[in-house]
Structures are given as C-alpha cells and as structure tokens.
C-alpha cells in the first residue's frame, strides 16, 4: 500500500495535522490504534475537566460554538469535541490500527500494522507526549504492602482502598486528584517539588484569556534562553470547574491535605522528603508574581485598567513550620501512593535513529532528524502553547508549510532523475 504521508495518532493534534495535509491537497492517511480522542476515553480520570476555556480550543477551521465559551470541557465533552472534528473535516482516519513499526527503506518510510506494511514519503508522529507514565525510580522501594498507582490509571476514589493517600507531585494532576481525594474522606499527604502556581483567575479575567492576550502561549521555540528546560516544565497548578476555583497550596492546605517535599526516598517503612519545600513554594510565589506583573504591564500599556480589576496579590504559599522530613507510611496510615510525576512519549515502535540518549527525540520545532518525518504535541515544539489543545492549529500549519516542500523538492528531483534516466540506459 502505498500513501504519501502517513499520520500516526488521531488525537486533536493529528487531525490539525490532516486538516492541513487536506486543505493544501496532500494524499494522506491517519493511522489510530483505537478510536478518535483515544487518550481522552482511557487515560483520564472520570471527574477531570479541561483546565482550558472552551473557547481555548482553535483547531484549523474548527472551534468552540456553543454558548459557553468561558466553561470547561468534562471528559464525555471533550471526546465529543475531537470526534466531531474529525467528522466535519472528514478525516481519512483508519481506527484501531496501531502502528507496530516505522521504518526508513531506500527514501521511503515504511509504517507496519496488524493489516501489513504501507509505504510513504512523510510521516508525521502524532502519537501523544503522555502515552507513559513517569514514575520515579524510588517507586521500587515502596513496601508491597502499600498499593501504588499512577494518575494515568488513577478513575475515582473508590478505587483506592480506605485510608490515607500519599500523592506524589503538585502539578495540574496531583493537585486536582490530591483535592479530589481529600474531599472523599481520605486524608491526603502531598509530596511537593518544582511546581508552577498560577491562579485560575485574575482581575476578573481567566488567566489562560489574560496568557493568550499578552502573548505568553505565543512565545517561540528560538525565543527561550533554555529550551531544554523549558520542555520538560511541569504544568500548571490549574483545574478547570463551575466555580472557577483555584486549586493552589494554600487551597489545599485549607481542606487538610498536608504539604511535605519533593519525595526523595523510601526506607522501609518510612518516606524522606527534601528540605526544599520552602524553597520551591518561594520559587513558584516569585514567578507567578511575576507573571501578574507582565500583565499588569501589559494591561497598563493597552489602557484596559479601567476594564478590568484592579491590580493585587495572592497570599505567600503557606507551610507547617517545620515540614516533616520522613513519615512512617504504616504509622500515618497511609494506604497508597499515587503517581503524578509526569508523563513521557513512547517510541518503542519507531526504529529510525532520530533518539537521544534520554530517548527523546531529535527534532528542531517538529522537524525531525531524518528526511520527511515530523512530530506534534509535544511541550514547546514550536511554541509554549504546542502541547495544548490551541496550539496545535499554528504548529500544524507550519509544519505542513515545511512538509509539503520538502515533497515538492522530492518530486522534483525525481522528475528530474527520470528525464536523465535513458541517457544513462
Ligand atoms: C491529564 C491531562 C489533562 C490535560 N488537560 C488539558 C487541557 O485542559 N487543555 C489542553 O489544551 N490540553 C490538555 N492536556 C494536554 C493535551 O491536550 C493532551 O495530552 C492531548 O491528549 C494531546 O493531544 P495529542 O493529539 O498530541 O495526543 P493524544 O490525544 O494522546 O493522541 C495521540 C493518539 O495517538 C494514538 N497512538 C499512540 N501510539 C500509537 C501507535 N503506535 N499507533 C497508532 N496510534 C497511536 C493514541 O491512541 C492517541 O489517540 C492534558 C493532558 C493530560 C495528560
């Protein structure tokens, strides 16, 4: 079988990415091991919402038209809303189709599934930047007589058993699944490293409204002094909900849930944290004051003072005097531990010597290291907003810019072999 390009992953980013395959006339096919929005119906918790406005979600030629455009997605809804998109642009997605292996064969891919082999000109990995979760290697010293599990596998509280809950991470998943769980009557102890604090409002306005004005989402890949760093960020502490709660620290602190460090060990029975936690909580209050002094500026600057709130600050992340530094699991009656240290890619399936040693890809904003092979939905691909749902749309524009040239100089060199051909005959 042979197609010129071949998109692996029907997530929002690989249909952005067949959107404009199509509107610029490119043969192609996407490829889903299992339905459209896979990852959205299997590895998401039954309460999450997107943390991202409706309105936050502007794939090419297709958006939010409802009548709640500041609400926030639930799971069914942000299903619905990538399926749809998929029929309204009529992608050419063939479901339950997982990729077993690409390779490179003369200067042609060839992409393997159960159904045999297809060769092409370019692929494009659309297959996710969360496919595996990312669990420290202290994970191996946690008694067996405590259940772990991480926040891809993590649906409800029912599913752990009674008693207390010891999550590890404050990102975006630990803080909402760490809230979740303290709500349901299971005291929570939260393992905290680097984090990024942000409120979820902000003179009267949501913060990712006051992100997109000021250009924050915008910032490119060239412009960041440490891209390497800024790649791996941890997300925002943000949830999205009815109330428009933020779920920060100090919220979590005021429901019950203990602060501790970053998890640093497990010896037996007890858990060491860091000492860091002060310093980490001072790091991420500094930094978001920061980001509302952007705004500020900016807001200052765009003479929009009078249309919005008036300029303030949040309180200092607040913390016991002296967090513990070891805890007994079995004294405190902790039960489980749950992961939410991450995510990484799996590329298990890719056998093109584009990898690093830390088996990430080689890419320079998508373009990967080897001819006619590209990825999207990774963190800070081409822009800050590259792994959101909204940053697909400019990422897949250009990286179709630059993928149909690189198929017109193909085809031109062959056309031009071709007609050298009966001289050489
Ligand atoms: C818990 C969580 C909450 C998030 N909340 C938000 C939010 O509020 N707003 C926002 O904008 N973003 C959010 N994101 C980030 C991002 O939008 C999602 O991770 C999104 O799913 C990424 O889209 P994608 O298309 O890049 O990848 P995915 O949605 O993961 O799609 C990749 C697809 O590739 C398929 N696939 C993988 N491997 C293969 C293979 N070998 N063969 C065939 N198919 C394959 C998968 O089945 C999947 O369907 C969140 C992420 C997580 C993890």
């Known amino acids: 079988m042979k197609t010129t390009t071949i998109v692996i992953g029907a997530g929002h980013a ?3 990415m067949s959107r404009c395959l199509a509107n610029r006339s490119i043969d192609h096919v996407v490829l889903e091991r299992g339905e459209v929005a896979h990852s959205w119906r299997t590895e998401r918790w039954d309460s999450l919402r997107l943390l991202t406005p409706n309105w936050q979600s ?7 038209e409802g009548g709640d455009p500041d609400g926030f997605r639930t799971m069914p809804e942000t299903i619905d809303f990538i399926a749809r998109y998929a029929h309204a642009i009529s992608a050419p997605v063939r479901t339950h189709t997982a990729v077993t292996s690409v390779t490179r064969s003369g200067d042609c891919y060839e992409v393997q599934t159960p159904e045999g082999t297809r060769r092409c000109r370019a692929v494009v990995l659309a297959t996710g930047a969360c496919n595996l ?5 202290v994970a191996e010293a946690v008694p067996r007589t405590i259940e772990t599990m991480t926040a891809s596998r993590y649906r409800n509280p029912d599913q752990l058993p009674p008693g207390g809950v010891l999550v590890v991470g404050a990102s975006a998943s630990g803080t909402q699944i760490a809230d979740e769980l303290q709500r349901s009557g299971r005291p929570v102890t939260l393992a905290v490293g680097e984090h990024v604090r942000v409120p979820r409002t902000y003179r009267g306005r949501d913060i990712k409204w006051w992100m997109d004005v000021v250009g924050v989402l915008d910032e490119g890949y060239g412009e960041v002094d ?10 925002l502490q943000l949830a999205g909900s009815d109330d428009r709660r933020t779920i920060d620290l100090n919220a979590l602190s005021d429901i019950g849930v203990r602060l501790v460090g970053r998890l640093a060990g497990v010896s037996g029975d007890r858990a060491l944290f860091s000492g860091s936690l002060r310093n980490q909580c001072a790091l991420a209050d500094l930094k978001m004051n920061r980001l509302l002094d952007r705004i500020d500026t900016w807001a200052s600057e765009q003479g929009i003072d009078d249309r919005v709130g008036p300029p303030h600050r949040f309180d200092a992340t607040r913390m016991e005097e002296s967090p513990p530094l070891q805890l007994n699991l079995a004294a405190e009656g902790i039960r489980t531990v749950l992961w939410a240290t991450g995510f990484r890619p799996d590329y298990s399936w890719l056998h093109v010597p584009v990898l690093d040693r830390k088996g990430r890809l080689r890419h320079d904003g998508g373009v990967i290291e080897a001819p ?9 691909l081409r822009r800050r907003k590259s792994s959101l749902i909204d940053g697909a749309a400019d990422d897949a524009r250009e990286l179709t810019t630059h993928l149909a040239r690189y198929l017109d100089r193909r085809g031109a060199a062959e056309r031009a072999s071709s007609q050298e051909a009966p001289l050489n005959v």
């Open 14 to 16: 690989g249909l952005a």
């Open 58 to 64: 502007r794939l090419p030629d297709f958006g939010y």
């Open 133 to 137: 979760p990312h669990v420290p290697a």
């Open 226 to 235: 440490n891209l390497e760093r800024v790649r791996s960020l941890p997300s």
């Open 372 to 380: 006619g092979l590209y990825v999207i939905g990774l963190p800070f």
